[in-house]
């Protein structure tokens, strides 16, 4: 390599790596605007998750955004987003960690460690309640006004979306690793399990209904495999309607005899959930909540690894064709019409306000 060209070679990566670490103009909130958090996962063992955002009033979009302003990225497998007062915790699955920033300029407050494989997570007075796969799985109780862990409570395997009524926390434990099938339920006043509650297969998220009387818990269902990890069978996927005062069954509706959502989403008015999302699943479908049915016509028929909606009517997919190359934000409208589709990170799975 000729020398003169090898020095401006190195001159301009030096200079390259120099400006990616802050931008010349951060980003930053309007006090009017909204933005929508973007959680790509990245690859697995690479470190390369990071975060999209989105201001939907002036349609722009920005990718590795965390990484920009902070100098460095996120982690290992960005799970999930929860944004709470002026703060964005990235909830990072393989690194075992949970980053902090502030949500209006993204720059780093203190990271959480001393977890193991955490999910997602749920804050209730200053106190952040985190689903963990790690140690047979379990709830991790962190006080916030510090970022220490004051508890740890034993629930079922691989612990996955958590909910809050007024006095206990709803836990889906989804199997992890290995299998289950119920709900925890945690006392929030004593951070104890009062109940658990056998529901469906791979139970993996869980919503109220309008006037929060009653939740809904979405089982997957899963997939049978012979020693040879051939396929040999199905268990059907279910929507099980429970009842918020004394957590009693009212109805198991099936979904799907082979097929394996994940993410349930409500709309704008609160009476219907769009089922969807997860490695493999097609389409995205209506369910009427007043007729306790689901619309077998898929929405729009495309593969979406994660699905959301936002509070102005509009539905979120997430395409994750591989793990090495950008995945695909794709917006819509309630009937399904694509109004916008861009690129995003390595990854993408889901979205929060």
């Excluded at 722009?60 to 990225?73: A, P, S, T, W």
């Excluded at 809050?164 to 006392?187: A, E, H, M, P, R």
Aim: contains cysteine; charged residues 20%; hydrophobic residues 35%.
């Amino acid at each position: 390599m000729h020398k003169i060209y090898f020095l401006n070679l190195v001159f301009f990566l030096l200079l390259t790596s120099c400006t990616e670490k802050i931008i010349e103009d951060p980003i930053k909130i309007a006090p009017d605007s909204k933005a929508i958090y973007i959680s790509n996962e990245g690859a697995f063992g690479y470190n390369n998750a990071s975060l999209s955002v989105y201001y939907p009033e002036t349609d722009k979009l920005e990718n590795k955004v965390f990484k920009k302003i902070n100098g460095r990225g996120l982690g290992d497998v960005l799970q999930s987003i929860y944004h709470y007062d002026d703060k964005l915790y990235y909830v990072v699955n393989a690194s075992s960690k949970i980053e902090i920033s502030n949500a209006n300029t993204f720059e780093e407050k203190g990271t959480i460690t001393n977890i193991t494989s955490p999910r997602y997570m749920h804050i209730i007075d200053n106190k952040a309640y985190i689903s963990c796969w790690g140690d047979g799985g379990q709830i991790v109780v962190v006080d916030l006004k510090d970022n220490n862990i004051v508890k740890k409570i034993d629930v079922g395997n691989g612990p996955e979306k958590i909910l809050s009524t007024k006095d206990n926390l709803i836990v889906c434990n989804s199997g992890g690793f290995t299998t289950d099938s119920t709900i925890s339920i945690i006392n929030l006043t004593t951070n104890n399990v009062i109940k658990t509650l056998k529901v469906g297969d791979v139970p993996s998220d869980v919503k109220f209904n309008s006037d929060s009387s009653y939740f809904y818990v979405l089982c997957k269902g899963k997939t049978i495999y012979d020693a040879s990890w051939n396929v040999i069978g199905h268990t059907a996927s279910k929507l099980v309607k429970i009842l918020s005062s004394n957590f009693t069954i009212e109805s198991k509706n099936t979904l799907f005899q082979q097929r394996h959502p994940s993410q349930l989403v409500y709309n704008n008015l609160e009476d219907k959930f769009f089922i969807g999302g997860g490695y493999g699943f097609q389409g995205i479908y209506n369910y009427e909540l007043d007729q306790e049915k689901l619309d077998t016509n898929a929405l729009i028929d495309k593969s979406f690894y994660g699905i959301s909606a936002d509070s102005k009517g509009n539905l979120y997919g997430f395409e994750s064709t591989d793990f090495s190359s950008q995945g695909k934000m794709v917006i819509m409208d309630f009937q399904g019409n694509i109004l916008k589709e861009a690129k995003v990170g390595i990854g993408p799975n889901g979205m929060t306000e």
